[in-house]
Nanobody, 126 residues
Framework: QVQLVESGGGSVQTGGSLRLSCAAS????????MGWFRQGPGKEREAVAV???????TVYADSVKGRFTISQDNDKTVSLQMNGLQPEDTAFYYC????????????????????WGQGTQVTVSS
């Protein structure tokens, strides 16, 4: 099993910044991709950004390109730097990890990720 623990959520005003971190433990050799999903009020869970550490590759949802940056801090920690936050970014953010094919678009699907954290709330007020 792989355990994921998120930290860094909170409340900010429009235009503010937050940094989320996800610490992985357990059989992390089982995963080649880690990322972040979010679920806003009344919305479905959506992919935000993922990183393939072994390939040094990152992918972003169009809605966050240029504002969010996903990075690998060390072998077991992935972070999401969120700048220019908008009220529509308000959501519960989840860290996810899995073994994915690269380049087939599967990162969009939560079904592709076997391991999930408990999530952390991000609230952006106008």
């Amino acid at each position: 099993q792989v355990q994921l623990v998120e930290s860094g959520g909170g409340s900010v005003q429009t235009g503010g910044s937050l940094r989320l971190s996800c610490a992985a433990s357990g059989y992390i050799y089982r995963v080649n991709c880690m990322g972040w999903f979010r679920q806003g009020p009344g919305k479905e869970r959506e992919a935000v950004a993922v990183i393939y550490p072994g390939l040094r590759s990152t992918v972003y949802a169009d809605s966050v390109k240029g504002r969010f940056t996903i990075s690998q801090d060390n072998d077991k920690t992935v972070s999401l730097q969120m700048n220019g936050l908008q009220p529509e970014d308000t959501a519960f953010y989840y860290c996810a990890a899995g073994s994915l094919w690269y380049g087939d678009g599967s990162w969009h699907s939560e079904k592709a990720f076997a391991y999930w954290g408990q999530g952390t709330q991000v609230t952006v007020s106008s």
